[in-house]
């Protein structure tokens, strides 16, 4: 596996977000059975935009599945920070995802009845938390939502309700936000600002963010890219441009 320039440094020395070791996952059993993942081993650094590629059927939801607990491991150990997820019971690992991970999805997961505002601080409602309120003003800057917060779903674009989704996910504080496709309901200008806005939290706020994408447009925006093929970790890049992304696809599925 090659990878150089200075996003290559920084994902080798910056302390570990997420950690992978020795990640198999197995659906099904005896000539059933299938090889989701292979033995993955790989490290997302703090403060880093990570994007995670391959052909389909590669592995790459799955892994994120699993980074995130939303799907156990058959073998291997997943570390977010210094706790290994993968030994936590169900309701300790609900709370560590409450409390330490964020979330964004291709679907926006907006609740209609609820203004802009509402949805933005309901996962911190849920959990009896007040925000930062110094953290939400700047959130609410970063994404633009200013003019927005008493408007409830129905009344926003697509790219104005991801916009919402990616301010729920960064007012909670989480260690990482794993994003699942999302720009993937939204035309390509809403989708390059939602991508924007994602890239800026990393840059200004220190998050960690690591997004499965099938769009190579989409991986440029990260630091670095990282490819499955057949549930294994192949190569990566730093610097990702959408050119080199193709070019690495199209050789993984050739």
């Given at each position: 596996?090659?990878?150089?320039?200075?996003?290559?440094?920084?994902?080798?020395?910056?302390?570990?977000?997420?950690?992978?070791?020795?990640v198999?996952?197995?659906?099904?059993?005896?000539?059933?059975?299938?090889?989701?993942?292979?033995?993955?081993?790989v490290?997302?650094?703090?403060?880093?935009?990570?994007?995670?590629m391959?052909?389909?059927?590669?592995g790459?939801?799955?892994?994120?599945?699993?980074?995130?607990?939303?799907d156990?491991?058959?073998?291997?150990?997943?570390?977010?920070?210094?706790?290994?997820?993968?030994?936590l019971?169900?309701?300790?690992?609900?709370?560590?995802r409450?409390?330490?991970?964020?979330?964004?999805?291709q679907?926006?997961?907006?609740?209609?009845?609820?203004?802009?505002?509402?949805?933005?601080?309901?996962?911190?409602?849920?959990?009896?938390?007040?925000?930062?309120?110094?953290?939400?003003?700047?959130?609410?800057?970063?994404?633009?939502l200013?003019?927005?917060?008493?408007?409830?779903?129905?009344q926003?674009?697509?790219?104005?309700?991801?916009?919402?989704a990616?301010?729920?996910?960064?007012?909670?504080?989480?260690?990482?936000?794993?994003?699942?496709?999302?720009?993937?309901?939204?035309?390509?200008?809403?989708?390059?600002?939602?991508?924007?806005?994602?890239?800026?939290?990393?840059?200004?706020?220190?998050?960690?963010?690591?997004?499965?994408?099938?769009?190579?447009?989409?991986?440029?925006?990260?630091?670095?890219?990282?490819?499955?093929?057949d549930g294994?970790?192949?190569?990566?890049?730093?610097?990702?441009?959408?050119?080199?992304?193709?070019?690495t696809?199209?050789?993984?599925?050739?």
């Amino acid at each position: 596996m090659t990878i150089t320039g200075e996003g290559a440094v920084r994902s080798r020395t910056a302390p570990a977000a997420v950690v992978a070791t020795g990640v198999t996952k197995v659906y099904g059993r005896g000539d059933a059975a299938v090889h989701a993942l292979r033995g993955v081993d790989v490290r997302f650094g703090t403060g880093a935009f990570t994007a995670i590629m391959g052909p389909s059927g590669s592995g790459k939801s799955t892994l994120m599945h699993c980074l995130a607990g939303l799907d156990s491991v058959t073998e291997g150990e997943v570390r977010i920070g210094d706790t290994d997820i993968t030994r936590l019971g169900d309701k300790r690992l609900t709370l560590l995802r409450r409390e330490r991970v964020g979330f964004i999805f291709q679907a926006f997961n907006l609740l209609p009845t609820l203004t802009a505002e509402q949805n933005i601080r309901l996962p911190l409602d849920i959990a009896g938390r007040q925000a930062d309120q110094e953290l939400f003003d700047m959130v609410i800057r970063t994404v633009g939502l200013g003019d927005r917060l008493k408007h409830r779903p129905s009344q926003l674009s697509g790219g104005q309700q991801q916009r919402v989704a990616v301010a729920r996910a960064l007012v909670g504080k989480p260690q990482v936000i794993f994003a699942d496709e999302p720009t993937g309901n939204l035309d390509s200008r809403s989708g390059a600002e939602v991508l924007s806005f994602l890239r800026t939290s990393v840059r200004e706020l220190g998050q960690t963010i690591v997004m499965v994408t099938h769009d190579p447009v989409a991986a440029s925006y990260a630091d670095r890219v990282v490819f499955l093929r057949d549930g294994l970790l192949v190569t990566e890049l730093a610097r990702p441009t959408p050119q080199n992304v193709l070019d690495t696809l199209l050789k993984l599925e050739g």
